[in-house]
């Protein structure tokens, strides 16, 4: 059965929203029932009209649940290897709102993927969704950073921006492009072959074309924490509520919300 009908809506405007987050066998058949029925929501959306932005931002939703969908189904082959493949859903208030697979490497959490629920991808310009909720993509980010930092690893946070539209959002949150000095090899995860041709290209200072456009990047709380020093002196860091928030998030400078 397909999902509830995406197009009953209200006045409201998304709002923001705590989350609590939850983990998922990645073998859970629920779980591509639910990825399954996002990509049916996202491509009613395309289909009964959305402005330029959300579709824009749908068109991405899909080709990365797709790729979810793929990996967990070993038909791609992913960045890591599915034993160690971490698989987190940011819910509010009983309904997930974003799903992420991650994997603990010796330095970081690595972001291999995220996704959040279509109808948090509209834009104000689009009818209203009355399920709509902000920061489900930021509370995954800040719990792989607590990820991060009770494994050891400082609450670095890494992953790949694929597009220009997510290269923005995570650069607002304080990303930075990775560097060969951050030692790119204990950032992201190896898959059966080894570790893939644009990370060790990146490692070596050789970054191409791709790793160009599609940027590794690094959340360093450390980083964050010293620039704010350096610009405003005495700066307080935010506040940051959630569940997701609490051990990673301490450290992270004002740029770090999305």
């Known amino acids: ?19 609590k987050i939850s983990s998922i066998p990645a073998g ?9 029925g ?19 931002r749908l068109l991405d939703s899909r080709r990365i649940v797709g790729e979810l969908l793929g990996v967990l189904d070993g038909q791609e082959e992913g960045e890591g290897t599915a034993p160690d493949r971490l698989i987190r ?11 992420a697979s991650i994997f603990l490497c010796p330095r970081a959490a690595f972001i291999e993927l995220l996704a959040s629920a279509p109808w948090n991808l509209l834009t104000p310009e689009d009818p209203p969704d009355a399920r ?12 792989a950073s607590s990820l991060a930092r009770a ?19 995570y650069e607002r949150m304080g990303f930075a492009r990775i560097r060969p000095s951050d030692a790119p090899l204990a950032l992201v995860p190896r898959n059966k072959k080894g570790w893939s041709a644009p990370v060790l290209r ?13 940027p590794w990047m690094i959340l360093d709380p450390d980083r964050l924490a010293a620039g704010a020093k350096v610009r405003v002196l005495g700066a307080a860091s935010p506040r940051l509520t959630g569940s997701a928030s609490a051990a990673g998030a301490r450290s992270m400078s004002k740029r770090a919300v999305l």
Not at 41 to 54: D, F, N, P
Not at 89 to 99: D, K, T
Not at 132 to 143: C, F, H, N, Q
């Open 132 to 143: 709509s909720v902000r920061g489900a993509g930021r509370a995954l980010v800040l719990y």
């Open 38 to 56: 996002w990509d049916w929501v996202a491509r009613s959306l395309l289909s009964r009209g959305a402005c330029s932005e959300a579709r824009s």
């Open 151 to 169: 494994s050891g690893a400082g609450g670095r946070v890494t992953l790949q921006a694929e597009n220009p539209r997510s290269l923005s959002a």
């Open 89 to 99: 859903a940011a819910v509010h208030r009983g309904q997930i709102q974003g799903v």
């Open 202 to 214: 990146l490692a070596r200072g050789e970054a191409g074309p791709e790793e160009r456009s599609s």
């Open 1 to 19: 059965m397909p999902p509830d009908d995406p197009f009953e809506r209200s006045a409201r405007q998304p709002r923001p929203a705590s989350f």
């Open 28 to 36: 859970d058949p629920d779980l591509r029932t639910l990825l399954r």
